[in-house]
């Protein structure tokens, strides 16, 4: 067992972010009609004016150079300036909104392992009985709802019929209070956003964890003839549980990308200040770099949580050489 | 087992702690009630920076803490700010104006002319887009005095007044140190106006607070706070439970104002506006560069329809001659729609006459075709915008009984606007157009897209491939005269020529919608109407300072 | 020697179908899916109404007219759900399709072939999947503009890679089976090879990918579009949410316009995925349990 592993899979890695940038870099220049056009957002421009525009995004120069002055200025985090709100820099954009998706983030999928091994470890502790199957179906069909309509009807029921839960942004405007109680208007803010990331995808841990169970089960007879006095429901829990970390933490990669897919939709529904809203808004305003950093961003944080995931994997599974 | 035991402790205790900070939160999440709070659906486009301000959220966002030297009135009259008092010689073509002495800046600095010249010089130099419009006309603007400013015109601008008086007035010496001011965000603005930024968060919100030194006497709120809302269902339901006070521009949404007005706490005001909604053919395209094709168009579409869909209702039926009603000095009432009092029946009947007379013979299917054959289908193009989609569903409907067949195709502004209709290439790759602007209440805009000088390809007519000698030298000559009498005769006689030539084929016209609560602030004073940058009067700085808390 | 081989392939699905069958949720399923189909390709005849045309009051509530109500300009619910699901379900098939193929193609090289071109091939996979999916289409689909094409390129340029790892890793232990090395050695040609032994050991797994697939693409158009980058002239059960949502049918009171596409949408996708699981859980008995 070698560091070897884990190298093959940091290159992996930088490959995927490099993927990312050229297909930042490709993707304006690839696809009809100028950068420049895009930039004028439909506004009706002279001919000066685009030209004086070209030179500036330094588009008449070759495409090689280009590349390499795009390349040199992300590494610099210079991700441009934002069209829609012009001079601000679209990586201090991202800077501000990322802490908002991260919580969201972080805590639903906290609550996404919980639910999921609560009820994935039931669902395989009756294998095969109707409450297995109901629990499946059920998770079953929350996952193939679709999450922005969740989070709709989450808004419209406990914000608007309900008024229990503020229906929009991360906090209260100029609040003056101590901390708890902005610690505990953060927190109400993000209760719907949370859940309805929650609702949507714990069913894949709820899979996950049944399936472990039914495999804990069958070792169990052989278990059961040594281990004579151990409740069967601790030998269950304490062993399921041990055995559940090696699938949850090799899913945990791949359901961060999905709930990072989720928050665009969840952040633009509750009007939450993260990057999923950020996102949305320069689909809506047009903004084509803001578009692009999100990008770049959503790659990055994806990048990142594999990386630990791959860390965490290699600390756990001696095994691992690959 | 103990484990287990010590772990649902300590999921007990993380529960009890998640209740406590969600019931602290929820106990206390007043704010000052001398706040105002204003929901905004759209992020302004300038931040901070108001050279770069383009579209009405930059002006309801700077107009807190920027002024002008006037504010221009809907019904077309102007009322003094900055500038006290404005005179100008017998031909116009030098404008005096005075400026307030009292004026001064958030630091204390007085406001000079120094500061309106160095405005002016920046946004002619910079080419920003608040000046888009006046540079042509301005030769040069001088300080005659520290009160007094001079403008030379280049011979006679008659919408001078309105277009120069809005523009915001900028500081010198905080502005003069700014290296590049295209590239500078602002973000401790220094303003005359009667509020101070506490926070900006772009595309979530402005916090500005109270300069108790206001040059103009304080406001007697003490805060306001602008939040964006993507989701404007979430918007409205903010104000009917009270976490908002005023939404300045309800339309694009106006599905939603039913539930609004019957709320007893909120007053919806209707105002009438300066849009147009209108269909643009394209005249290069077979027959739409017929007059009479256009006319029987016109008289076939089933407007009330459509703008009771397309627009919940919330619109006035069309004068034809691109000058809305609301500008009553200068719209020219006879122009109305000729299908106003006629059935439907005997509209498509009308319609279906011209249609034959220009020999578009139905096929079997009842299709009408060109004499070479050419089937009468077209591409009716729009922005995503759900307002234009359904105008452009129901064009199709109206014009499918007429024997003309529509497509709708929907696509974004860059595509559409910016690579096509007014690029002045691929000027043949579209045919229909749905569009709506809002106009400024003065006319020249009118001129200035019908009979452009030099002809540009971002002005209507040469987008719309749209020509005629005697209507565009009428325009043309507006722009100059000075007498207004005049000038209003030449507006009118050009809006009754545009009616009969039909350029575009106007829809009707939106009506502005915008709602406020009644029990927090008391002074809603909508009747005084400021037309401030575009922004809906109830949420201009004039009708802020008139609020009192209840 | 052919003739053994189809048999013994016969049997197997036979085999599989007979498993599936056993599955309650998945012939409802089925049932589901068919009547959805039929429910949209013959809308023209069962719908009570045109979908284009407005036939009753703006947001009127479910009568015995119309059955799920009108929306905000009076067009009937019913019938515009029905003609909206020959484009929801078109998008699905043609977006899946797609990716089936795609996907499908590249595994068989990849896994037939292996070496160099293996590792290029699955390097790129890799790329793929790791991207973050819907931050990629929206940007891809923000420079196409809308149009529902946009939605099937986008979504298949990205939705490939899953499954050609599935195909491959299939296609590496058919490889390791003797009968092809045999084959192998009394000279039969790659495309006969791929064609005769390969394709009819994956076609479980294909089947299955492309169901499961069929279903994301349908969340995945129904997502796009509430994002208002579907497009809005051509009504799917996603542009009915957009238009529901932005007219304010919840604040209207006119839960049955928002909420039967989206129940649609669950609905049709909980179905196809029932049949999915079902499909690959015959294809595995082990995973399904006791």
């Known amino acids: 067992m070698s560091g070897r592993w884990l190298i093959r899979r940091l290159s992996t890695n930088a490959v995927v972010l490099f993927a990312a940038l050229v297909v930042n870099f490709a993707l304006p220049r690839l696809m009809p009609g100028s950068p420049v056009d895009r930039f004028a957002g439909g506004a009706k421009m002279s001919a000066e004016a685009r030209d004086a525009l070209i030179e500036r995004f330094g588009l008449n120069a070759p495409l090689w150079d280009q590349f390499w002055r795009y390349l040199a200025g992300t590494l610099q985090a210079d991700l441009g300036q934002s069209f829609a709100y012009f001079p601000q820099p679209v990586s201090e954009l991202l800077l501000r909104a990322l802490p908002w998706t991260l919580l969201l983030l972080v805590t639903s999928l906290v609550l996404q392992v919980g639910i999921g091994y609560l009820l994935g470890a039931t669902s395989g502790w009756h294998a095969g009985s109707r409450l297995d199957a109901g629990l499946q179906t059920l998770s079953l069909i929350f996952f193939s709802t679709p999450l922005f309509w969740v989070a709709m009807v989450l808004l419209y029921v406990f914000g608007f019929q309900l008024g229990w839960l503020p229906l929009s942004g991360a906090f209260t405007i100029g609040l003056d209070a101590g901390l708890a109680v902005r610690v505990g208007d953060v927190a109400r803010h993000a209760i719907l956003p949370i859940a309805s990331l929650t609702i949507a995808q714990y069913a894949s841990y709820q899979i996950i964890l049944r399936n472990n169970m039914v495999g804990v089960l069958q070792e169990q007879y052989m278990l059961m003839a040594e281990a004579k006095g151990l409740s069967d429901r601790t030998l269950k829990h304490t062993h399921a549980a041990r055995n559940a970390l090696l699938p949850v933490v090799t899913f945990l990669g791949v359901s961060l990308a999905m709930s990072l897919t989720g928050s665009v939709f969840v952040e633009s529904v509750f009007s939450y200040p993260g990057l999923g809203k950020l996102m949305y808004d320069s689909v809506l305003s047009r903004d084509y770099p803001m578009l692009q950093g999100c990008f770049l961003m959503f790659s990055l944080v994806v990048v990142a949580a594999n990386l630990l995931v791959d860390i965490a994997y290699w600390f756990l599974d001696p095994r691992i050489t690959y | 087992m103990r484990n287990s035991a010590a772990r649902w402790r300590l999921i007990r205790l993380a529960a009890c702690i998640v209740v406590v900070i969600i019931v602290a939160g929820s106990a206390c999440t007043e704010v000052n009630p001398r706040r105002l709070d204003i929901g905004w659906s759209e992020s302004p486009q300038a931040g901070l920076n108001p050279f770069l301000a383009r579209n009405e959220g930059d002006y309801l966002f700077l107009g807190l803490i920027y002024e002008p030297l006037c504010m221009p009135m809907m019904d077309g009259s102007v009322e003094p700010w900055i500038a006290e008092s404005w005179e100008f010689d017998a031909d116009r073509n030098e404008w005096l104006f005075h400026l307030d002495a009292r004026a001064r800046w958030s630091d204390g600095t007085p406001l000079s002319a120094d500061d309106v010249v160095f405005t002016f010089e920046t946004i002619y130099q910079g080419d920003f887009p608040m000046g888009s419009t006046t540079k042509a006309f301005v030769k040069s603007v001088e300080a005659v005095d520290a009160q007094t400013v001079r403008f030379a015109m280049n011979g006679g601008f008659a919408g001078a007044l309105s277009l120069l008086g809005g523009t915001l007035i900028m500081p010198r010496h905080v502005w003069a140190e700014v290296e590049d001011v295209a590239q500078h965000q602002n973000a401790m603005p220094v303003g005359s106006g009667p509020f101070v930024l506490e926070e900006f968060q772009p595309r979530s919100f402005l916090h500005v607070v109270r300069d108790a030194d206001y040059w103009r006497g304080a406001a007697r709120i003490d805060e306001v706070v602008i939040r964006v809302f993507l989701n404007l269902e979430a918007e409205v339901v903010a104000l009917m439970k009270g976490e908002l006070d005023l939404m300045p521009d309800l339309s694009g949404s106006e599905a939603l104002i039913p539930p609004l007005e019957e709320d007893a706490n909120v007053e919806v005001l209707i105002d009438r506006w300066p849009h147009i909604f209108y269909l643009a053919p394209n005249h290069r395209v077979d027959p739409w560069g017929r007059k009479e094709f256009r006319q029987a168009v016109d008289l076939a579409l089933d407007k009330q329809a459509i703008l009771d869909t397309s627009l919940a209702g919330f619109a006035e039926m069309p004068l034809m001659g691109y000058v809305p009603p609301l500008a009553t000095k200068w719209a020219n009432p006879s122009v109305e729609w000729r299908g106003v009092g006629m059935t439907e029946a005997e509209r498509l009947a009308a319609a279906n006459g011209l249609l034959d007379d220009l020999g578009l013979a139905r096929d079997d299917a009842g299709l009408r075709q060109t004499s070479d054959g050419e089937p009468l289908a077209f591409t009716v193009s729009s922005l995503t915008y759900p307002s234009y989609i359904r105008a452009a569903e129901l064009a199709k409907e109206s014009l499918a009984k007429v024997g003309i067949e529509l497509t709708v195709q929907v696509s974004d502004p860059e595509t559409l606007y910016g690579g096509i209709v007014f690029s002045g290439e691929r000027s043949l790759d579209w045919q229909l157009l749905v569009h709506g602007s809002t106009l400024h209440p003065d006319p020249d805009h009118f001129a200035r897209e019908f009979a452009p000088v030099p002809p540009n390809p971002w002005d209507n007519a040469v987008a719309f491939g749209w020509e005629h000698e005697g209507l565009q030298s009428l325009l043309r000559d507006s722009r100059t005269e000075m007498d207004d009498t005049r000038r209003q005769q030449m507006i009118q006689d050009a809006q009754a020529l545009f009616a009969e030539e039909l350029p575009v084929i106007t829809l009707g016209h939106r009506l502005h919608p915008a709602a406020h609560r009644t029990d927090k602030f008391m002074g809603w004073n909508p009747a005084k109407i400021i037309y401030g940058g575009m922004v809906h009067p109830l949420g201009s700085i004039v009708n802020l300072l008139s609020l009192e808390p209840i | ?290």
């Not at chain 3, 589901?32 to 009127?60: Q, T």
């Not at chain 3, 931050?135 to 390129?153: D, F, K, Q, R």
């Open chain 3, 1 to 290: 020697m052919p003739s053994r081989r189809s048999d013994r392939v016969r049997e197997r699905r036979r085999r599989y179908l007979r498993r599936f069958a056993r599955r309650r949720t998945a012939l409802l399923g089925l049932a589901v899916v068919g009547v959805f189909v039929v429910a949209s390709v013959f809308a023209p005849y069962l719908a009570p109404y045109d979908a284009a045309s407005r036939v009753g009051e703006p947001f009127g509530s479910p009568s015995w007219e119309h059955w799920l109500g009108t929306n905000d300009i009076g067009v009937d619910v019913l019938s515009e759900l029905m003609f909206a699901g020959r484009i929801s379900m078109m998008v699905g098939f043609l977006a899946a399709g797609a990716i089936i193929v795609l996907g499908t193609a590249v595994g068989l090289v990849s896994g037939y072939f292996g070496g160099a071109i293996d590792e290029a091939l699955m390097r790129v996979t890799d790329i793929v999947l790791m991207l973050p999916r819907l931050p990629l289409m929206i940007v891809m689909a923000a420079y196409l503009g809308p149009g529902i094409w946009t939605i099937v390129v986008v979504y298949s340029s990205v939705g490939w890679a899953s499954v050609a790892r599935q195909i491959r890793s299939q296609v590496l232990s058919i490889r390791k089976a003797s009968f092809i090395e045999a084959s192998r050695g009394i000279g039969t040609g790659h495309a006969r090879m791929l064609r005769e032994h390969v394709l009819p050991n994956v076609l479980g797994i294909v089947v299955a990918n492309g169901v499961m697939e069929l279903m994301f693409a349908v969340l995945a158009e129904a997502g796009l579009s509430f994002l208002g980058l579907g497009d809005p002239a051509n009504k799917s059960w996603g542009v009915m949410l957009y238009f529901a949502q932005i007219q304010g049918a919840f604040l209207r009171g006119a839960w049955w316009w928002i909420l039967s596409p989206g129940l649609c949408i669950a609905l049709l996708s909980c179905s196809v995925a029932f049949i999915g699981t079902a499909i690959n859980d015959s294809l595995s008995p082990a995973r399904a349990g006791r």
